[in-house]
């Protein structure tokens, strides 16, 4: 009760029939009356000044009503007034969400990034938004099918939207299960109390396969003349807003490809097979903030070879040895050339062909080549040095497109019908400590041979033949003296080895000739002794280390230290 003023008042909707206020009045007034937004619900008695509802109040109806209240005398003038009376009408949690559809459908691609919204479902409260009455939260209910321990979908309970969970991103696959029928629902009052209300609705889910795959392997022909760059292949990413780009596996001084934001892969530059023959690359999407999105997709291209490199002689000149008494098609050497264009094709298939011979004496025809291979042969035994010391041969090679001419020189030698022979049988021994260093030079040793200087048929070539299974030591040969020096290969151990006794053989490069064979006289003997020489303990260890505390007792023992001697010795 009180006099009137203008006043506000906060009345819950739903409450029904109730008093709200009583208005007193100054004389000469004797009633009271209401005008404005009464709405049939509001009323005042006249005679008391008693203001009231007469029905239930409904905040979703109208949320504040505005009413004027006048004191009046027995003509019906104003004394007081008006004054301004202002309802509110307070909500109360009378309405459930309501989804605004009955069912939902949305597509999701097999390997999706977790996280990323594909779909989102709405609810509305008609409750006052301004309070919990109409703060709505979502979540997933029940997951049909549900074939593994974790959800495969996440809603955000704020927004609605539905994206992967980390695990659906891993195994959503349309050819294991292609629909799944999440059952969402929505809670009011920010689904913390258990009288929130609930509604809920079915969301159709269907996957679809993944749209971020890897090309198969890509085939770029080399030294292409189209204008570049060119299109090579395309991906694309199951999200549509990312960003493409290239991550090199291999750190070349440049990558000649590049990619653009459609996903379409490009080759800048003509490639050369010969300079690289495959490359390696991945592809990948990054967010606005640079973050990866999909799982890297390796490229891999490979070069496809033309045939764009001629022949190469492997020597600018082949020199060959060939004594005069060699036999009829005998194999006298091979021309070697290469190709760089890919190998087992018919690019770099090589036929050879014996275009001249210069003397073509006794005969044009003295020597042929094997058209695939490049061996040569001499096609008749007709050489004879006092004829032609010398041929110069001209062999065209060729490919399905280019040819060389690779030049040969055969030199015509005497025969190998004489031994190399040792200035002695022996060289008694030589005694050498064991710690002697690998390479050092212990005995030289002489041969002389009677045939053709600076041929094949003269050169001697030294070998222990017996009395070194471990080729201990080995022998170089003085091309211009052939003078042989044995030298330690491998160390000398006095307890494994303490004596040699070798047996050493000279021999030719080229064959004897028949009715020719070596003898004792290309054979020495060298005996070789080795010294002990005391070494030294070794520790098993370089370095021991040992904690100790510094109160440690005197005479306590801090660490034991081993050594052993080489020899087998014992150590103290």
């Not at 905040?59 to 009376?85: C, F, I, M």
């Not at 303490?498 to 054979?523: F, H, K, R, W």
Request: hydrophobic residues 35%; negative net charge; proline residues 7%.
């Amino acid at each position: 009760t009180g006099p009137l003023k203008d006043m506000n008042f906060s009345i819950a909707e739903g409450v029904g029939l109730r008093f709200i206020y009583q208005f007193t009045s100054k004389p000469p007034a004797v009633s009271f009356r209401a005008t404005g937004e009464k709405d049939g619900i509001i009323d005042i008695v006249p005679k008391t000044g008693v203001l009231y509802l007469n029905g239930s109040l409904d905040w979703e109806t109208k949320p504040v009503h505005r009413l004027q209240v006048e004191s009046l005398d027995e003509k019906g003038n104003r004394v007081e007034g008006p004054y301004a009376v202002t309802i509110y009408v307070e909500d109360v949690n009378d309405h459930p969400p309501e989804f605004d559809q009955t069912k939902y459908t949305g597509v999701v691609r097999q390997n999706s990034r977790p996280g990323k919204p594909f779909m989102k479902v709405h609810a509305t409260d008609r409750d006052d938004p301004t309070t919990p009455h109409a703060q709505l939260t979502y979540s997933i209910l029940h997951h049909f099918p549900n074939p593994y321990p974790q959800m495969l979908f996440w809603i955000n309970n704020v927004t609605g939207e539905i994206s992967p969970s980390r695990a659906g991103s891993y195994y959503l696959d349309p050819q294991k299960q292609d629909t799944f029928t999440l059952v969402v629902t929505v809670k009011d009052m920010a689904g913390m109390t258990a009288n929130a209300f609930t509604s809920s609705t079915d969301v159709v889910i269907t996957v679809k396969e993944s749209l971020w795959k890897a090309p198969s392997t890509i085939h770029i022909q080399e030294n292409s003349t189209q204008v570049h760059p060119v299109n090579i292949s395309q991906v694309q990413s199951n999200d549509p807003d990312v960003i493409y780009d290239i991550f090199e596996k291999e750190k070349l001084p440049r990558l000649p490809f590049s990619i653009d934001q459609n996903g379409v892969i490009y080759v800048t530059e003509p490639l050369d097979r010969e300079e690289k023959d495959t490359y390696t690359f991945f592809v990948i999407t990054k967010d606005n903030e640079g973050e990866l999105v999909d799982k890297p997709l390796q490229i891999h291209i490979i070069v496809e070879d033309i045939n764009d490199n001629p022949p190469v002689c492997q020597r600018a000149l082949t020199v060959l040895e060939v004594q005069e008494n060699e036999g009829g098609g005998s194999n006298i050497g091979t021309l070697f050339a290469t190709d760089m264009d890919k190998e087992d094709t018919l690019h770099s298939r090589l036929q050879f062909k014996l275009e001249s011979q210069v003397p073509a004496v006794p005969t044009s025809n003295l020597f042929f080549v094997q058209q695939d291979t490049g061996v040569l042969h001499l096609a008749s035994p007709s050489l004879k040095k006092h004829i032609a010391s010398n041929y110069s041969l001209k062999v065209l090679v060729t490919d399905s497109v280019f040819q060389t001419i690779c030049e040969v020189q055969i030199h015509v030698i005497d025969i190998n019908d004489q031994i190399p022979i040792f200035e002695k049988s022996d060289y008694h021994s030589v005694t050498v400590a064991e710690n002697l260093p690998v390479g050092t030079v212990i005995l030289e040793i002489q041969a002389t041979d009677g045939d053709e200087p600076a041929t094949g048929s003269s050169y001697i070539i030294y070998q222990v033949k017996e009395g070194d299974p471990n080729n201990t030591f080995i022998i170089e040969t003085d091309p211009e003296t052939n003078r042989g020096f044995v030298k330690i290969n491998k160390a000398l151990d006095f307890e494994a080895a303490p004596v040699y006794n070798l047996v050493i053989n000279a021999t030719n490069p080229e064959p004897l000739v028949s009715g020719v064979q070596y003898n004792s006289s290309s054979l020495t003997l060298f005996k070789v002794f080795v010294t002990n020489v005391d070494e030294p303990p070794v520790f098993h260890k370089t370095v021991y280390n040992a904690e100790v505390s510094e109160d440690v007792a005197v005479n306590t023992l801090l660490i034991a230290v081993e050594a052993y001697d080489p020899e087998g010795d014992s150590v103290r």
